[in-house]
């Protein structure tokens, strides 16, 4: 699914939806005050769309105006959704969206840190969050859409896919990793609640996890000890699912593709290469620096979610020899990022000292 807005002239708002089945026309559902108003046809020929292929007849076109909405030029928060996908593609400019920038957010997490994107909903004019759960068209043209400067983004998307465009669109990007043990922890956690519950647990876990949720299914697990057994036993197929997920992220292109032997370093690269990168041992540093480089009025950090099972968890996760193999590349990528930021750190204090008047 690919769109955009053409123009929002407050009587008339004009756009376009290319939706993922090429005979089906396009539906918008026009929304204010979080309640749906209105679903519009998409009526307009888009001429270069039929042409090009990309669509059968072309109507792709859609117009919502004040015959289909009364009033539509007093709805501050009117907000349109493309039907079929149920992904927002346009909401005019709430007055609290000051930040004029771009700003992707690399999610790390396989269950989302959601309240560290809490703060960005009201700061930007676009905002879009589980990136990862949307198909690639329509998250390529979230990330170009070309209406607004005020965009921001945040998935747990294979990061190399994405870069080059989020470079070219001009937006900062950003990281907080997080202890991978403690990751890990989480996703068995998630595992064996989406064995339990499938239905409701794929609304957080993506398809990539049904194999190891199957897998998960089939072992006994009466004990703890189990599950570092059926750990040590996954094939190689199903390690891929679950190994240094970190560096996957950052140096593979697909959950199809396997760690290359220089993935760390390769990594550390795309880490240095990014704007801001939090170490979650230090989340408060992480905000202040992110306020620092945005240039924005970031309130303080909100809440972060622990969970006592999952540290409980994460104690015995370290010990286990089939996790330390499972993460030998995240864990050093989480150590050098640590170093790292320790001697930046040293540097800064040293730097701030100032010298002593002869």
């Not at 346009?90 to 989302?112: C, G, M, N, Q, S």
């Not at 049904?210 to 570092?228: C, F, I, N, T, Y």
């Not at 679950?242 to 880490?271: H, K």
Request: net charge negative; charged share 25%.
């Amino acid at each position: 699914m690919l769109f955009s807005i053409d123009e929002d002239a407050g009587t008339r708002i004009v756009g376009w939806i290319m939706p993922d089945n090429p005979s089906s026309t396009p539906h918008v559902v026009v929304f204010t005050g979080g309640q749906m108003r209105k679903v519009v046809r998409a009526t307009v020929l888009r001429p270069l769309l039929r042409e090009q292929g990309l669509h059968e007849t072309g109507i792709c076109g859609f117009v919502v105006d004040q015959h289909a909405v009364a009033d539509l030029q007093d709805m501050a928060d009117l907000e349109l959704y493309d039907e079929a996908t149920n992904i927002r593609i346009y909401r005019r400019r709430p007055a609290t969206a000051k930040a004029d920038l771009k700003l992707f957010r690399l999610e790390t997490r396989v269950v989302p840190q959601s309240a560290l994107n809490e703060p960005f909903q009201d700061l930007f004019h676009m905002a879009f969050t589980r990136l990862d759960r949307m198909p690639e068209e329509a998250v390529r043209s979230i990330l170009g859409i070309p209406f607004s400067p005020s965009i921001f983004c945040a998935g747990r998307l294979y990061f190399r896919t994405y870069e080059p465009l989020l470079r070219d669109r001009g937006f900062k990007c950003s990281v907080l990793v997080r202890d991978p043990f403690e990751e890990l922890a989480e996703q068995l956690l998630a595992l064996r609640w989406a064995v339990k519950t499938p239905n409701l647990a794929y609304s957080v876990l993506s398809e990539t996890y049904r194999p190891l949720v199957e897998s998960l299914g089939k072992a006994d697990l009466s004990e703890m000890a189990d599950l570092e057994a059926w750990l040590g036993a996954l094939t190689p197929f199903e390690r891929t699912l679950i190994a240094s997920p970190l560096a996957r992220l950052l140096t593979c292109r697909s959950s199809d593709e396997n760690l290359e032997a220089g993935a760390v370093e390769q990594a550390l690269q795309t880490l240095a290469d990014m704007d801001v990168v939090g170490h979650f041992n230090g989340v408060e540093t992480y905000w202040d620096t992110l306020r620092a480089v945005l240039e924005i009025d970031l309130p303080p950090l909100p809440a972060l979610n622990f969970s006592k099972q999952v540290g409980d968890l994460e104690a015995r996760v370290r010990d286990w020899p089939a996790a330390q193999d499972l993460l030998a590349a995240d864990v050093q990528i989480f150590a050098d990022l640590g170093e790292a930021i320790r001697r930046t750190d040293e540097a800064t204090d040293e730097a701030a000292v100032e010298p002593t008047p002869a």
